[in-house]
């Protein structure tokens, strides 16, 4: 989403072994530890489950779908070829972004001596963070890392977050957060930008003069 405009992706199961999908996909050991690959798949079904041999083929839930978000809507749709000012955004962004090894390689946990982490389970979804500090007292962020279940816009912001938070002492980096989402022009969809500060100052807050139960060893 930007402002009044809204891109809306989903998937619709026509028919899959749903527990042998879910196989090859990139889950956070916590999800698997909780959940389970079978459990998950449990959550999720087809239509061939729903509906049995009465399956239409692809064209046709196809066209099912883009008639159900055109009455929901109120939009009417309008089909044409793809514009050449769309193939030319569609090309800056696969080579500034899908198109890099590292978008492909999915976020990379930080790794050094000292990381300080937390995590927030909210309504909207599961909010993380990594803190690598530099291990002296008082200790500061080297660098800053968020991830989990929230979306974004401008994208960017995030990364604009973890840059702010480089450089700051971990007892003011909460506050440098809260700082930074309270000034920037940013949409956050299912966690409310508060929640960011939040989540910073669970993952400090046993950093005093000695290591506490913050820090990961790794």
Known sequence: FDGDTVFYQGTVLIACDLVAAMEPLTLSERKRTKHGIREVAERMTTLATLLGDQVPDAEAVAAALLEGFAARLDLGPQPGPVTAQEEKLAQRCYDEEIGSDEFVAGVRPLTGAMIAMG???????????????????????????????????????????????????????????????????????????????????????????????????S
């Open 119 to 217: 995590e927030r389970t909210l309504p909207g979804g599961t909010l993380r963070v990594q803190l690598q500090l530099d291990g002296r007292m008082p200790a500061t962020v080297t660098r800053a890392l968020f991830t989990g279940d929230f979306f974004v816009t401008p994208p960017r912001v995030i990364y604009d977050l973890e840059a702010a938070l480089k450089g700051v002492r971990s007892g003011d980096a909460p506050a440098a957060a809260a700082r930074f989402l309270g000034e920037a022009r940013v949409e956050i969809l299912s966690v409310a930008p508060e929640e960011f500060a939040r989540l910073v100052a669970e993952a400090v807050k046993d950093v005093t003069g000695e290591v506490g139960s913050a820090w990961q060893r």
